[in-house]
T-cell receptor
Framework: EAGVTQFPSHSVIEKGQTVTLRCDPISGHDNLYWYRRVMGKEIKFLLHFVKESKQDESGMPNNRFLAERTGGTYSTLKVQPAELEDSGVYFC?????????FGPGTRLLVL | GQQLNQSPQSMFIQEGEDVSMNCTSSSIFNTWLWYKQDPGEGPVLLIALYKAGELTSNGRLTAQFGITRKDSFLNISASIPSDVGIYFCAGWKTSYDKVIFGPGTSLSVIP
């Protein structure tokens, strides 16, 4: 069974540009989470989908971040416009029950 | 907000040595989790603890859920080179909730 996959693995963009990250959860997992690790600090929660609905988006830093999960399958996280402080590793996780399985992350660098 | 502290921040040990790291919280958690992140990968769940006082082993790894519910430790016995990575403690208050992560302990094993 395939694990959580994320695309791209790395992205380097300039400040002000737009970037869209994609997460494909494990098939059948209704719960999908986005997390971010900035500059070697702790991994921080961004938001949680249950199917296509946003269950908890309390961790989204500001309105430059937009997450969607149309159809309740894959999810995208768009950053527009990107700022320098958005650099970091963005992780996606999915779960069927309690255990969350993490993807390899997208490493975003904003110059 | 909720915060987890991990110590030590980093460790350099000789292959074969035992390792001990711990995690404290400013608030109570109902579930404690220990994750390991290999370079270029996402966090992988090592051990989950569900009850205060619980002591759980997974191969050479042993973790305990503190009686106060505000702390946990992870021990690794007879370390080997593949133990290298970042170890995150994490917790949640209820199932399916966002996972709160600590800042991580970076482990280096010298052959």
């Amino acid at each position: 069974e395939a694990g959580v996959t994320q695309f791209p693995s790395h992205s380097v963009i300039e400040k002000g540009q737009t970037v869209t990250l994609r997460c494909d959860p494990i098939s059948g997992h209704d719960n999908l989470y986005w997390y971010r690790r900035v500059m070697g600090k702790e991994i921080k929660f961004l938001l949680h989908f249950v199917k296509e609905s946003k269950q908890d988006e309390s961790g989204m830093p500001n309105n430059r971040f937009l997450a969607e999960r149309t159809g309740g399958t894959y999810s995208t996280l768009k950053v527009q416009p990107a700022e320098l402080e958005d650099s970091g590793v963005y992780f996606c996780a999915s779960s069927l029950q309690e255990t969350q399985y993490f993807g390899p992350g997208t490493r975003l660098l904003v110059l | 907000g909720q915060q987890l502290n991990q110590s030590p921040q980093s460790m350099f040990i000789q292959e074969g040595e035992d390792v001990s790291m711990n995690c404290t919280s400013s608030s109570i958690f109902n579930t404690w989790l220990w994750y390991k992140q290999d370079p270029g990968e996402g966090p992988v769940l090592l051990i989950a603890l569900y009850k205060a006082g619980e002591l759980t082993s997974n191969g050479r790894l042993t973790a305990q859920f503190g009686i106060t519910r505000k702390d946990s430790f992870l021990n690794i016995s007879a370390s080997i080179p593949s133990d290298v990575g970042i170890y995150f403690c994490a917790g949640w208050k209820t199932s399916y909730d966002k996972v709160i992560f600590g800042p991580g302990t970076s482990l280096s094993v010298i052959p």
